[in-house]
């Protein structure tokens, strides 16, 4: 279905090409805008993909952005010159200028959820975060950018479980198969422009952190359950949490809670390998049971009776679950 609206969206991930599949089965997308492969490596984009080719297969023309932070007057102007009615920012790890979004005769929309529901949980890598504490639910929320940090009111929401299996990849599909729903429901009224718009709830809003790849050490010395719910919060596609043996890095990809019970082992010290069982996989002692490690990757062969991080001086750059006074959003 062609409308006369011209619909846009920014993005440079495999969810971008993913909404972009879904959105061309009934409406015709004008304009990609991306970046490219350098930039994405430079700006460890998580799960970047390079979009050129995919919309020059579907006659969608293509802009390559010169900055991230789309802050300078190419951009802007290729931008202002397009006339864009409604634009999609799908897997956009920036704020898209208020010069820009002005642009836009409808309005550029975005994708931003959170387990306590905004204005709760705003800022960076909000679906890990909620795995690591643990959370139960998670609020997807479609809405209107501003210039703010995901401050923006909302059109659409829609909820979805977080179960002791999912990891960041899970929540991901879940949360890009919510963007999708969202995306469709709302586009008939988008384009006709009979929608409505929901001002964020008044109140504090509060600021997850960016994570970065030494947030991802391992420490034994925390709960078993609290190490397995941060070893799947950031496995593959993420870099995936670490510890070191031997004075080699090794990460863990997926591990799970053995057993609460001791099996004799209550005296050893945390972070102690118990066990190396004929498979290769190695159980390690933990505060409150055992971890079994089931997948791993490094130069190190995990033996009975080594200590993980032992001697390690390396500290990690935020605390578990922080919130607060961050530099969300870089500026390049």
Known sequence: MNSTKKIAVFGCKS?????LEALQEKYSVDCLISIDREKGQHMKVADYQDLQAYAASQGIDFYQAKKYSLKSE?????????????AFVVGWQRLIPENILKTFSTGAFGMHGSAMNLPLGRGRSPMNWSIIEGKKMFYTNLF?????????????????????????????????????????????RLISGNFSL?????IPASYYPKRTETDSLIEWGEDVYQIERFIRAVAPPFNGAYTFLNGNKIR??????FDHQDFGYSQETSGKILEVFPNGKFLVKCYGGLLLV??????????????????????KVFPRNAFGGFDIYENE
């Open 294 to 315: 089931h997948e791993f990757e490094g130069k190190a062969s995990p033996e009975k009776g080594e200590i993980l991080n032992q001697g390690l001086e390396e500290k």
């Open 144 to 188: 209107m950018y501003d210039a703010g940090v995901d401050s923006g009111s909302v059109l659409d929401s829609y909820k979805f479980s977080i179960n002791e299996y999912d990891t960041g990849e899970t929540m991901h599909f879940k949360n890009t198969l919510s963007m999708k729903h969202l995306i469709l429901k709302n586009m008939d």
């Open 74 to 86: 190419e951009d802007h102007s290729f931008l202002a010159e397009r006339k864009i009615d409604i």
């Open 15 to 19: 969810t971008t090409q993913f909404i």
């Open 252 to 257: 863990i990809l997926r591990a799970n809670v």
């Open 198 to 202: 929901e001002k964020q709830p008044d």
